[in-house]
């Protein structure tokens, strides 16, 4: 499997969910992070929770680009895969086996797409939770 922030490996779903599952560890653990290093006002003097929810702020969203580049990386190449299959399929009508791979492949790219969809509420659940915690210690930039 690749490392995360690395090349993903499109052709097995499962490996694919796997690597994402992983990528996402950071949005799991988020109210955790969040109760260990943003201080209750008794350790306020103790730990910068503007630093520190900067810091998470980059984290979370280096996390979320990098998993959306690997999602729509994984979707463009399934697609161009089913384009090339479906093209197959239109001279040879007959092959069963091509007719199996492209169905295959079609199920994949469909399963891809809808991990667009995980991603986007394992995104808005983190922004939500950070912005409960971190919006007095630190204002993001605009774009987010």
């Known amino acids: 499997m690749a490392a995360p922030g690395g090349a993903a490996s499109c052709e097995d779903f499962a490996e694919f969910q796997e690597l994402l599952r992983v990528m996402r560890t950071i949005d799991d653990r ?3 992070e969040l109760n260990t290093t943003i201080p209750t006002a ?4 103790k730990v910068d929770p503007g630093q520190t929810c900067r810091e998470l702020y980059e984290s979370l969203m280096d996390a979320h680009t990098n998993r959306e580049r690997i999602i729509k990386n994984c979707i463009s190449q ?3 895969i089913v384009k090339t299959l479906k093209e197959e399929r239109e001279k040879a009508h007959e092959d069963a086996a091509l007719l199996k791979q492209l169905r295959k492949e079609q199920t994949k790219l469909k399963l891809m797409q809808s991990e667009l969809n995980v991603e986007e509420v394992v995104n808005d ?3 939500k939770v950070f912005n409960e915690r971190c919006r007095i210690h630190y204002k993001p930039p605009k774009s987010q």
């Not at 008794?42 to 003097?45: A, K």
Request: no cysteine; hydrophobic share 45%; aromatic share 16%.
């Open 30 to 32: 988020i109210v955790h």
């Open 78 to 80: 399934t697609s161009a």
């Open 125 to 127: 659940r983190s922004w």
């Open 42 to 45: 008794s350790f306020v003097g």
